[in-house]
């Protein structure tokens, strides 16, 4: 099984920065299966959606909403997540789940419809205006 833990969630006004992060930890076999990671959120009301995603193809997806204000990286053999966030607005209020999947980026998305294989608990970002 695979595990994943996001920090760095919290509340910033119009403008501001944050920056996300996700541990994976796990029984080595399983590790070895993961070939994207990426973040989604959702906020109240509203269908969970895939924010950006990285894998070991170094291929990148970022969800329009967010692209230029939004970077995704990952650190530490690949064990570690990043999610950098500029110029918050108030409608990236949401939860922000990190995601895993034994797929590439292209994949979760069109054959998995952003449903990754193994999910964290998430992490709250709220902006306000």
């Known amino acids: 099984q695979v595990q994943l833990v996001e920090s760095g969630g919290g509340s910033v006004q119009t403008g501001g920065s944050l920056r996300l992060s996700c541990e994976m930890s796990g029984d080595r076999n399983s590790v070895n299966t993961i070939y994207s990671m990426g973040w989604s959120r959702q906020a109240p009301g509203k269908e969970r959606e895939m924010v950006a995603c990285?894998?070991?193809?170094?291929?990148?997806t970022v969800a329009d909403s967010v692209r230029f204000r939004f970077h995704v990286s990952r650190a530490k053999a690949k064990e570690t997540l990043y999610l950098e966030m500029n110029n918050l607005k108030p409608e990236d209020t949401a939860m922000y789940y990190c995601?895993?999947?034994?797929?590439?980026?292209?994949?979760?998305?069109?054959?998995?419809?952003?449903?990754?294989?193994?999910w964290g608990q998430g992490t709250q970002v709220t902006v306000s205006s």
């Open positions: 990285i894998d070991d193809g170094n291929q990148q």
């Open positions: 995601a895993a999947d034994s797929v590439d980026c292209t994949g979760v998305a069109r054959l998995r419809n952003g449903q990754y294989a193994y």
